[in-house]
């Protein structure tokens, strides 16, 4: 530890984050003390390992034969032809079916190479946050793919509206702790894993799911979803033989989005949309859309857009989709949307149900309802659109969890 | 007023070990905290360290944490704690330093921030989720405005880290005593005694110990080990917390008292 550099290894200067974990004024590291040493720790075997075909070579095996990969790149026809106009014109609309992976969303994909990073550096105890269970349930899988000591932290009220994964998780051996302060939700189980990792540092490796935290979480999240762009940008080559026209992802934290998104953004032809949830409304303060309400803070050790109230402290959002009930979202999402590079939008509770349904009937698909916030937004976007432009949605996870949910929710009208 | 520094350069002439004991303000009212900080102050606190309650408390553990959920339920403001502070300042000698987390900060604005602060009558600051990496936001105009920042090194920080911490740290040096969150522990690891020696050789700045000291029995260790000072923080919360609002403000002094003993003795 006495050789960890007080300043990281300099990422390249033209890209983001810098060696800071900057993302223009956003990211940072904001953490107790007795985490530095740990974050300069796993920056270095980042670092090391991104390159390395060792660890290249296991990942991507496991990413193929383990997960699925690459998933498919899927057309909806009849969500297609629900969207088109009059003319027959109307965004063609694809679906990245990061549902099919393995435990059903593109949460693996970084669990299981944040895994692989966690058995090279020597850390055999694992803990994790999770709000919809969907990263704990993938962590709780890579845990039991390597043999590691697995431990999920989890808000009380969402161990509730997401019971079936609780179960799966413990299933295959992991430990679910639920937190039970604030409003028992993803904020607060964040809080209480980060909790953990000051107390455990030196034993533990912390598999944080989304592309927020402190650096250098952002950027290898990132890093280990990009994958779902770079296949996007060849499966789009096979079959059109050109880039898409218009990419779109539910934002949470972000890291579908991002994952989906970062292959894409030096191509300025490529239309970049984030959907937020806008839970009862963003003229009610029971949402959880925090770049269209939020106001530049400190949370969880980044610097971002952060739904605060006037005295800086973090409100508790709503969402029913309890993967985006977060009241900040990753740096690099909050730098593309001051730079102008991505568009973010939000949808209400009830338009995500509506989609969640729609989805369901018109392509015998159930996406989860963090991603039925995307398909959500279908209803503002397509009667703007000219032509006949093609839409990448990322479908990021399978609403199998959801249904529970989804059936409380509209009671009878299921019969 | 007197600052952190002229105070500690103070005990030290006496070579005495400072008692800094902390609270949450506005738990269990902010009329209780008015009170206690005047109770310390009596019974030998030699600096007090003032938490601003916070909504997501990372470095803190269940005490401290339940405490600022308890006072942010009541409507504590910022603002009432800055009021707070202005008035009770002037009738007490031990320097108040505030313990805020960085997004109230932030959120007011840092030169403000810092003005409003210095105006109410406080010494100095503990941010406990600013590292070295993100201090230079804040350490530039506290130093400007008179307010002096304390850093924290902890037992994971590495020697050459120790050294530039210590050097930009104002005040003196908060060395967290544990790998983990605040809050009572039944003992302390010993290996803090290893970890101040090696915060000595890299400066001659006073080091306060703090995280997990819950009695005079510790405050005799981190005596012994020869720090400049010990925080003593969930075990104040929990004792004010505790019952009646005046016999706990009775029965924080008595606590106070018999930790300053052990720390003069």
């Given at each position: 530890m006495t050789t960890t550099p007080i300043r990281p290894q300099s990422a390249?200067?033209?890209?983001?984050?810098?060696?800071?974990?900057?993302f223009g004024q956003f990211g940072g590291k904001y953490v107790p003390e007795t985490l530095m040493p740990a974050l300069a720790e796993l920056e270095a075997a980042f670092w090391k390992y991104r390159d390395d075909a060792d660890f290249q070579a296991e990942l991507n095996g496991l990413l193929k034969?383990?997960?699925?990969?690459?998933s498919p790149l899927y057309f909806a026809e009849r969500l297609t032809q629900h969207y088109a106009k009059p003319d027959g014109t109307g965004a063609q609309i694809y679906l990245?079916?990061?549902?099919?992976?393995h435990t059903g969303a593109h949460k693996i994909n970084n669990a299981i190479a944040q895994a692989i990073l966690a058995k090279r550096m020597g850390k055999k105890r694992i803990i994790a946050e999770t709000g919809a269970g969907q990263h704990g349930v993938a962590t709780a899988t890579a845990c039991a793919r390597f043999g590691l000591e697995c431990i999920i932290y989890m808000g009380v009220h969402d161990m509730e509206r997401q019971a079936l994964n609780v179960f799966r998780m413990r299933l295959m051996g992991a430990e679910v702790r639920g937190v039970s302060a604030g409003t028992g939700t993803l904020k607060d189980a964040t809080s209480q894993a980060i909790r953990d990792w000051v107390t455990n540092v030196e034993t533990t490796h912390y598999i944080l799911?989304?592309?927020?935290?402190?650096?250098p979480y952002p950027m290898m999240v990132r890093d280990f979803h990009a994958i779902i762009g770079t296949e996007t940008r060849q499966q789009c080559q096979d079959l059109w033989g050109g880039l898409p026209d218009i990419l779109m992802a539910c934002v949470g934290g972000g890291s579908n989005a991002m994952g989906l998104f970062h292959e894409f953004?030096?191509?300025?032809?490529v239309r970049l949309i984030g959907v937020e949830a806008a839970g009862f409304?963003?003229?009610?303060?029971?949402?959880?859309?925090t770049l269209t309400k939020g106001r530049v803070g400190v949370l969880h050790g980044a610097m971002s857009y952060l739904i605060q109230d006037e005295d800086g402290q973090v409100i508790e959002p709503h969402s029913i989709s309890a993967g985006l009930d977060y009241p900040g979202v990753g740096p690099e999402h909050s730098y593309m949307h001051d730079n102008g590079r991505a568009e973010y939008y939000s949808v209400t509770d009830d338009e995500a149900l509506d989609a969640f349904q729609q989805v369901s009937r018109l392509e015998g698909i159930i996406p989860a309802l963090e991603t039925a916030h995307a398909f959500a937004y279908l209803d503002y976007l397509c009667p703007t659109v000219e032509g006949s432009p093609k839409l990448v949605i990322n479908?990021?996870?399978?609403?199998d969890k959801d249904v529970q949910t989804v059936a409380k929710v509209l009671g009878d009208k299921l019969g | 007023m007197t600052s952190v520094s002229e105070r500690f350069a103070q005990l030290r002439d006496r070579e005495e070990c400072a008692l800094i004991p902390f609270i949450t303000a506005g738990d269990p009212s902010l009329k209780a905290t008015g009170a206690a900080l005047k109770a310390l102050d009596q019974n030998g606190a030699d600096f007090i360290e003032l938490g601003v309650p916070y909504?997501?408390?990372?470095?803190?553990?269940?005490t401290i944490q339940a405490a600022a959920t308890r006072s942010l339920t009541r409507g504590t403001k910022l603002d009432d704690v800055l009021k707070l502070v202005s008035e009770v300042s002037p009738d007490i000698s031990a320097p108040i330093i505030l313990f805020t987390y960085y997004n109230p900060i932030l959120n007011r604005g840092v030169e403000t921030f810092l003005k409003d602060i210095k105006t109410a009558g406080a010494a100095g600051l503990v941010v406990p989720d600013l590292p070295l990496e993100e201090a230079d936001s804040l350490l530039k105009p506290a130093a400007e405005i008179g307010i002096e920042v304390t850093l924290l090194i902890a037992p994971t920080s590495p020697v050459e880290r120790m050294e530039a911490i210590a050097e930009q740290s104002q005040g003196f040096i908060y060395l967290v005593?544990?790998?983990?969150?605040t809050g009572m522990r039944?003992?302390?690891?010993?290996r803090v005694g290893d970890v101040l020696k090696q915060v000595r050789e890299v400066t001659d700045k006073p080091v306060g110990i703090g995280f997990g000291i819950s009695g005079p029995e510790q405050a005799k260790q981190v005596k012994g080990w020869g720090a400049d000072g010990a925080i003593v923080g969930s075990a104040c919360v929990k004792l004010l917390a505790d019952g009646d609002e005046a016999e706990a403000v009775k029965n924080l002094g008595a606590f106070c008292k018999s930790l300053k003993a052990v720390l003069t003795a």
């Open positions: 390249s200067p033209t890209t983001v984050p810098d060696s800071l974990g900057r034969d383990y997960v699925g990969r690459p990245k079916r990061e549902d099919l992976n799911g989304s592309v927020a935290g402190p650096h953004i030096p191509e300025p032809s409304g963003t003229d009610t303060d029971k949402h959880a859309a479908c990021s996870g399978r609403g | 909504a997501d408390p990372l470095a803190d553990g269940p005593s544990v790998t983990g969150v039944t003992q302390m690891q010993t």
